[in-house]
């Protein structure tokens, strides 16, 4: 698991491919710090992870799958458990809101070199 605060080539996303299943890298966006956490068998390690570690609440946490071998289209995956959370109105394993998953998509483009 790692944190990226600056930023993270796609050669070191692909290479994490291949420690997990290979096809994607988990990872997870804090969208109010501009942070994300990657290469964890569960979103919910992830998640862990920037609570305990860069003390993230809960409600700027999400999880994504990240295919480095796609294009810019289908870089971005919104899928995970992380991610229902009722209680702020996201009631399934993507991320319902477009402004949110604008918001990751802007963090992940500017963190992926």
């Not at 993270?8 to 501009?34: H, P, R, T």
Request: a negative charge.
């Amino acid at each position: 698991m790692k944190t990226i605060k600056g930023n993270i080539q796609i050669s070191e996303l692909k290479e994490m491919l291949k420690s997990f299943n290979g096809i994607f890298v988990k990872a997870v966006v804090d969208i109010e710090k501009e942070i994300m956490a990657v290469d964890a068998e569960l979103h919910a390690d992830l998640r862990e992870l920037l609570i305990d570690q860069e003390q993230s609440n809960h409600e700027n946490v999400w999880g994504i799958n990240l295919y480095p071998d796609q294009s810019a289209e289908n870089f971005i995956e919104f899928d995970s458990m992380v991610n229902i959370k009722p209680g702020f109105g996201n009631r399934t394993r993507g991320v319902d809101n477009l402004e949110i998953q604008q918001k990751i998509k802007n963090i992940v483009k500017k963190l992926v070199t």
